[in-house]
């Protein structure tokens, strides 16, 4: 069968069909095959975009979370330094006394108690038992300048009763409690006991 005796729909058919099949070959054995690859890639790409969005969001906080940290950190040593070390204590306790009898107080008593661990497990709370009596006024004044010591002092369980003799003198109980930082070593002993 000669060329030229082709119909010029055959010729065309036989012209068309090697590269149809040529491009059969190619798609089965390269392209489909990559294809595959392509979306297996474009998959893993929108994860590690995600994940890199993710870790861009942590980093963009990074720097606002460390600021955050050193601002509790100067709030934590403020704090501390507003506990007295346990030296310290019996000075800071004196000195309350020293403000009572300055102002005119008269101490009938002043008992400390037994140093506390505090529910934080950070801190002894170290209380004091004080029974004084003195006029009202006074009173005002000792406690205002007792919130003047650069210490934390909580006053609990106070009570005030008139005089008997002189109805504008008050006899006042309280307990003062301050508190010192437990060292790390006794800290460490108080969980292990705790455990």
Request: with cysteine.
């Amino acid at each position: 069968m000669d060329w030229e005796d082709l119909s010029k729909t055959k010729r065309i058919s036989l012209m068309i069909l090697p590269c149809l099949f040529i491009f059969a070959l190619f798609s089965s054995f390269y392209l489909l095959p990559n294809i595959e690859n392509i979306d297996k890639l474009k998959k893993e790409r929108d994860s590690l975009k995600e994940e890199i969005d993710k870790a861009n969001m942590i980093v963009n906080r990074y720097e606002e979370l460390k600021a955050l940290n050193e601002q509790l950190q100067r709030k934590m040593e403020l704090l501390k330094s507003l506990l007295p070390r346990e030296t310290e204590v019996s000075d800071v306790l004196k000195k309350i006394s020293e403000i009572g009898l300055q102002k005119g107080l008269v101490i009938s008593s002043w008992k400390p108690k037994e140093k506390k661990i505090h529910l934080s497990n950070e801190v002894y709370e170290i209380p004091v038992e004080v029974t004084m009596h003195g006029r009202y006024h006074i009173l005002g004044t000792f406690f205002a300048d007792i919130t003047k010591i650069e210490r934390i002092i909580n006053v609990k369980k106070m009570e005030i009763k008139k005089g008997e003799k002189d109805p504008t003198m008050l006899n006042i109980s309280l307990t003062a409690v301050t508190y010192s930082l437990i060292p790390e070593e006794e800290k460490k002993k108080i969980q292990k006991a705790q455990k």
